[in-house]
């Protein structure tokens, strides 16, 4: 079965610092990988997706297949940020979530 | 708003209840999927159906989980005799059948099973 795994709960940064979301994946074939946000007492949302290799909210990520990682990244982060993330791989039909990493930027 | 929307949006219950969840997907979207998610865990895969046919359930499904979608549209998901392990939020999504099917997601059901 394929699996994605986001190895931190949670991440604290100060505001200002780069983040990095840790996300490794666990496919055969050509892996089709996602973000999803969720801010407090929101629903779900995509963040970006590696097909579209698009910036949102200043956040990357970049597909690493000898790595099999698909890290997020910002360089400076906002206490706006502060959400809880999914790492998501398609398989077949459906979506595969990692355990989420709660992001955490003090002031 | 034409997002996906879900009822209830709590329901709370007693050991060996039956409930059923309603989920109304955006009106364009032909895929509908089932997930559910517990406290510090991410979302997981229940079933999904594309137009009325149930294409896939997990294993996590058990027989007293039942969902349809009778009509193409919305969908329900029924949860009989219900254990305190059912405990959790269950999510609602939806996408189009073309090559990008990124679903979108709704707010939720939270379930409490005492």
């Known amino acids: 079965a394929q699996r994605v795994t986001q190895p931190e709960k949670l991440l604290s940064v100060f505001k200002g610092a780069p983040v990095e979301l840790k996300c490794n994946y666990s496919y055969s074939g050509s892996p089709e990988l996602f973000w999803y946000v969720q801010y407090s007492r929101q629903r779900l949302q995509l963040l970006l997706r590696h097909i579209s290799r698009e910036s949102i909210k200043g956040f990357t990520a970049d597909l690493n297949k000898g790595e099999t990682s698909f890290h997020l990244k910002k360089p400076f982060a906002q206490e706006e940020d502060s959400a809880m993330y999914y790492c998501?791989?398609?398989?077949?039909?459906?979506?595969?979530f990692g355990q989420g990493t709660e992001l955490s930027v003090k002031p | 708003d034409t997002g996906v929307s879900q009822d209830p949006r709590h329901k709370i219950t007693k050991r060996g209840q039956n409930v059923t969840f309603r989920c109304d997907p955006i009106s364009e979207h032909n895929r509908l999927y089932w997930y559910r998610q517990t406290l510090g865990q991410g979302p997981e895969f229940l079933t999904y159906?594309?137009?009325?046919?149930?294409?896939?359930k997990s294993r996590l499904l058990s027989d007293r989980f039942s969902a349809e979608r009778p009509k193409g549209s919305f969908s329900t998901l029924e949860i009989q005799r219900t254990e305190q392990g059912d405990s959790a939020m269950y999510l609602c999504?939806?996408?189009?059948?073309?090559?990008?099917?990124?679903?979108?997601f709704g707010p939720g059901t939270r379930l409490l099973v005492l």
């Open positions: 159906f594309q137009n009325e046919a149930q294409l896939e």
């Open positions: 998501a791989g398609r398989e077949g039909g459906k979506l595969i």
């Open positions: 999504a939806s996408s189009h059948r073309d090559w990008t099917l990124v679903p979108y």
